[in-house]
């Protein structure tokens, strides 16, 4: 049935409400998942189940919007959850690859990663469509990271153009941990992201990597969190892509220096491409201090591909089509170098080159 969600990927501050950034309001038909999609989540062998008591006392918070978790966590019907174990080092990624199809048309996932001091795991969520059948998907990850631990999310989406994707990460990070999180976003619908890291451990760290293509009237609104709370913690978020057609994108990024957290450094970067007059791209930074001595940077670059460099790869012999599709290439690649699959990687290649054309 139609649901009414309001302040999807809102600003934990709000500015001012004519400039339209504070929170997105839309109505979604949130359907019965129905039959389990076809998905094969390659839990490693010996692995714990995590515990629901763990979650609960995490503590953890939707960065893009509480009644849409909790649809997830009530509706779920697929989703890869386990446990490392303390010193426990995963060799291969855990992937979980979900295809959207007539048959089961809604994938709902709870994945969740619950990581014991000084184990290492990477998880790797695909979601993608067999056909043209317009689906849905709405997914929430979990991370638990105790101390020393180094967790890796990496999300690739190629869901087809009248499937929404709406997802949800949040985690939280003890003494020294390290949770990495990587998003290849190309496909879909409308696209509604949100992340949330909770630095609660001295020394603890967050890194994001954020690519999204934009095209058509595709709206892609994104929202980030990091939230200080130890000592000498950092964070950092490097967001890139191309926007063409009557694309509108929209990234909240904040950083939240709680009391308590000298000492701790968080950054953000974006760089977005505008390859035609009809897109929209729009920044909301937005940076909070309750401790002195800390450090907050944020940078960000918008607009059509530099004419120099376009003059400089058309001279090697490429056409304007051709050097703009190399340069919006060029911001892809370091999101890939976190794609533990070759084969993924050549295909989200080939992918990207497709959809420019």
């Not at 989703?79 to 295809?99: C, D, I, L, N, Y």
């Not at 009391?259 to 007059?277: F, H, P, Y």
């Not at 370091?334 to 290649?349: G, I, Q």
Request: hydrophobic share 40%; aromatic share 6%; with cysteine.
């Amino acid at each position: 049935m139609p649901t009414a969600l309001k302040n999807v990927n809102a600003l934990p501050v709000p500015t001012w409400r004519r400039l339209g950034v504070n929170g997105a309001e839309l109505i979604v038909e949130l359907p019965e998942p129905g039959p389990r999609p076809r998905s094969n989540p390659s839990l490693p062998a010996g692995t714990l189940r995590a515990h629901e008591s763990v979650l609960r006392c995490a503590e953890f918070r939707s960065a893009l919007s509480p009644e849409l978790a909790a649809y997830i966590r009530v509706h779920a019907n697929c989703g890869a959850r386990f446990r490392v174990k303390r010193g426990e080092s995963v060799a291969e990624p855990v992937t979980a690859r979900h295809t959207l199809t007539a048959d089961a048309p809604a994938v709902v996932d709870n994945n969740v990663v619950y990581a014991e001091a000084h184990s290492r795991a990477t998880l790797v969520l695909v979601y993608d469509s067999a056909d043209d059948t317009a689906c849905f998907h709405a997914g929430l990850t979990r991370v638990i990271a105790e101390n020393c631990a180094e967790i890796s999310v990496v999300e690739v989406q190629t869901l087809n153009a009248a499937t929404p994707h709406f997802t949800d990460f949040s985690a939280v990070v003890a003494n020294g941990a390290k949770v990495s999180l990587t998003r290849v976003l190309l496909g879909g619908a409308d696209v509604y992201a949100g992340t949330h890291f909770k630095l609660e451990g001295g020394k603890s760290e967050s890194n994001a990597e954020v690519f999204y293509l934009g095209d058509g009237e595709r709206k892609l609104d994104f929202s980030y969190i990091a939230k200080h709370l130890g000592q000498h913690t950092s964070s950092a978020l490097n967001s890139a892509g191309a926007l063409f057609g009557s694309a509108d994108k929209i990234m909240r990024g904040t950083i939240d220096f709680a009391r308590g957290s000298s000492g701790s450094v968080g950054g953000e970067c974006e760089n977005t491409l505008i390859l035609s007059d009809g897109a929209r791209n729009r920044s909301a930074p937005l940076i909070l201090c309750g401790e002195e001595s800390v450090e907050g940077t944020h940078a960000a670059s918008c607009g059509s591909p530099d004419a120099a460099k376009l003059y400089y790869l058309m001279s090697r012999g490429l056409s304007e089509r051709e050097a703009k599709t190399l340069l919006v290439a060029g911001l892809l690649e370091p999101s890939l170098k976190n794609v533990p699959d070759e084969k993924t990687r050549a295909f989200l290649r080939e992918y990207l080159t497709a959809r420019i054309k």
